[in-house]
Nanobody, 130 residues
Framework: QVQLVESGGGLVQSGGSLRLSCAAS??????????MGWFRQAPGKEREFVAV????????YYADSGKGRFTIFRDDTKSTVYLQMNNLEPEDTAVYYC?????????????????????WGQGTQVTVSA
């Protein structure tokens, strides 16, 4: 059984910061074999890609909405991926999900496609007040 558990969400004022974490576990799950992504779903909208990190950890992509404000990074020793979010805006309000995609070096178009992600977390709520 593979588990992805997100944490770090909450309520923050516009311009504030949050760091989301996603810890992966599972007897047969080798974190180092997976690219790790973040998606989000705002109320009334479809889930959308936010960021992904493969391996090497310099292989990463961001949605335009987060470029310059969000940073994704991974710690393979802790089987954890993080999303540092700065200068948050009300439009960032959403449930944030982490997901695992087997393989380490794909094109951006693949990483943006949800069906390539094998495992998903339950989500963590981020609310940004104006």
């Amino acid at each position: 059984q593979v588990q992805l558990v997100e944490s770090g969400g909450g309520l923050v004022q516009s311009g504030g910061s949050l760091r989301l974490s996603c810890a992966a576990s599972g007897r047969t799950f080798n974190f180092r074999d997976y690219s790790m992504g973040w998606f989000r779903q705002a109320p009334g909208k479809e889930r959308e890609f936010v960021a992904v990190v493969g391996s090497p950890a310099t292989h990463l992509y961001y949605a335009d909405s987060g470029k310059g404000r969000f940073t994704i990074f991974r710690d393979d020793t802790k089987s954890t991926v993080y999303l540092q979010m700065n200068n948050l805006e009300p439009e960032d309000t959403a449930v944030y999900y982490c997901a695992a995609c087997r393989g380490l070096y794909y094109t951006e178009s693949i990483y943006r496609t949800e069906s390539y992600y094998e495992y998903w977390g339950q989500g963590t709520q981020v609310t940004v007040s104006a």
